[in-house]
């Protein structure tokens, strides 16, 4: 059966990932005058690099938002932020382009 012609997986969302591009937001503040390069490929790779240190966060979302924000404040929120931390880091020091 074709699963996605027949199924909304839209609803399908990792939670990591959210959390993660909250908190590059939040990181990336100001980035620019230090220096780091923010352009669509060095954003995409930080995130790319935070979320594969991270185990996925996946659930079904029918609610919209209301559980949207259960992990924040966690132990897991804590890992979001050194992966985000360490791949600002390493992204930016070691860019995919000149
Ligand atoms: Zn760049």
Redesign the pocket.
Known sequence: MDLQRDYDFSVLVNEAERMVLDELGRELEGAEERGT???????L?MAAYALNMLKPLYRVSLLGTMYAHAADGTAFSDQVKAAVRAAVKK?SSN???D
């Open positions: 390069c923010i352009c669509q490929d060095c954003v790779d992204i860019p995919g382009h």
